[in-house]
């Protein structure tokens, strides 16, 4: 009961196919491997140390500075894990287990000189151990340092006395459509391979349905299963992105990929070194993006923006004094044409920062400050479970001093009914807030259980158990 769906390895995320690459499966004494259909080569020796795929100079542009920048600082990443497979009648007559160690393969891309490396959180997932290999050809293990699923973003450390080549971010929030980028990965574990391209779009959300921060940056640049948590970089060689998805039928590049912003990432990577988890600050609003009809409806001449159709209590545009049916056309002097813009800008951003944001109401353009508040809302998204802290409101209602309340519960999960339970502990842990569920869900283990003591609203105690997978 994944957030997402595994087939032979490749993961699926609303309609788009994250790049983790593919992973062969292997019986314990035996070197027989099988292969994803789709993908027709073996893992092998890297065939080479450099594999230029882009052109040297498309329209006068010169790729090359950028190239011999950058594939020197993105490496491979190897994930050995344990995954359920399907089983033919002869593995069932033999008495053969339904789990076979697994290989993944992936890249990541060292920002600092002393070994951190970012990856894609899908590319590390359940690892139960981690192997980097260099442009040079050295080989490291890595420890994960953390995660943050919902953005798709980990960070890696490799341990060396070797000074690395590094890659410097770039401010991704200045990054144009028609911008040449190049990306840099290793495809079908074929190691520093470089393709360019364009920015085609940004702000991209492949699934306006989930609950996942979805802000990407879409380029025509080929990538491939394996170019997971590799380098999109500017023609200056500077970090603009971390390629995560391809939009595929086929299990292959055919035309389009998405990669996180730039901006997103390093503020993911700041805080997990600081806090050790991430710190999401909350502008306080639901909303939807503006077009013609509602323009219409609205009275209004402007087509482009985000319409306010809620504003949360307490928040910071509650307190800006921001309302329902007010219209946000810029934020910081950036225009947001949807609301993928808006949720892109603010993931980037900590909370008690002050964002300016343009709002028409009643006919007026006018600038408000609104500080972001800490946000106090986080998912179990394993189980499809979605939390808040409890008010003064909820404390008084169900009695209770400290917990989190659920507020909503989807897949598989919805249907005991759960909602507006207070969840008072996890694995016999305490819950006060949020803060704790992140702490408990860091320390558990891949494929272990979770206890979850609650109170529903009869003020009895219940708990639900749940393997993970």
Do not use: C
């Amino acid at each position: 009961m994944k957030s997402f769906i595994k087939t032979l390895g490749i993961a699926i995320l609303g309609g788009a196919i994250v790049l983790g690459s593919y992973k062969f499966f292997f019986e314990e004494n035996s070197q027989q491997f099988k292969y994803p259909e789709t993908i027709q080569t073996k893992e092998t020796t890297p065939v080479s140390s450099v594999n230029y795929l882009a052109s040297s100079s498309i329209a006068g542009i010169d790729f090359t500075e950028a190239a011999e920048k950058t594939v020197h600082a993105v490496v491979h990443v190897k994930n050995k894990t344990i995954a359920r497979v399907r089983q033919s009648w002869s593995d069932v007559r033999s008495g053969r287990v339904p789990y076979r160690e697994a290989i993944g393969t992936g890249s990541g891309v060292i920002i600092t000189e002393d070994g951190y490396i970012v990856t894609n959180n899908h590319v590390i997932e359940n690892a139960r151990e981690l192997e980097v290999t260099l442009n040079n050809n050295k080989t490291y293990k890595a420890t994960l340092i953390g995660t943050e699923p919902n953005s798709d973003i980990a960070l890696l450390k490799i341990e060396t006395e070797e000074i690395l080549p590094y890659i410097i971010f770039g401010n991704s929030d200045q990054t144009k459509i028609g911008d040449w980028v190049l990306a840099v990965g290793n495809p079908f574990n074929l190691t520093s391979t470089v393709t360019a391209g364009i920015i085609s779009a940004k702000g991209r959300d492949l699934d306006a349905t989930d609950s996942n921060v979805q802000s990407f940056i879409q380029t025509d640049a080929a990538v491939n299963p394996g170019n997971s948590g590799g380098a999109l970089v500017n023609i200056n060689g500077e970090l603009i992105g971390i390629n995560t998805a391809i939009a595929s039928k086929t299990g292959s590049y055919v035309g389009y990929s998405f990669a996180v912003p730039s901006n997103n990432a390093r503020k993911i990577i700041n805080d997990i070194m600081e806090f050790g988890f991430v710190q999401k600050g909350m502008l306080g609003i639901r909303g939807g993006d503006l077009n013609g009809n509602i323009a219409k409806e609205l009275g209004i001449n402007e087509t482009e923006g985000i319409v306010v159709s809620e504003v949360v209590e307490d928040s910071g545009a509650d307190i800006a004094g921001l309302l329902k049916g007010d219209v946000i056309t810029m934020i910081d002097q950036i225009k947001v044409t949807k609301f993928a813009d808006l949720t892109g800008y603010v993931t980037s951003k900590n909370p008690g920062d002050i964002l300016i944001a343009r709002v028409l109401r009643d006919g007026v353009l006018k600038d408000v400050n609104i500080e972001l508040t800490k946000n106090n809302t986080t998912r179990i998204a394993a189980i499809g479970m979605d939390l808040r802290n409890l008010t003064p409101a909820d404390r008084a209602t169900y009695q209770v001093k400290e917990g989190v309340k659920i507020v909503q519960t989807t897949g598989d999960l919805s249907r005991y009914n759960m909602s507006d339970y207070i969840i008072t502990k996890i694995n016999d842990r305490p819950i006060s807030n949020i803060e704790d569920v992140q702490k408990v869900l860091r320390d558990v283990s891949p494929n272990a259980t979770l206890l979850i003591q609650m109170k529903n609203s009869a003020g009895e105690t219940e708990r639900f158990r749940y393997a993970m997978d």
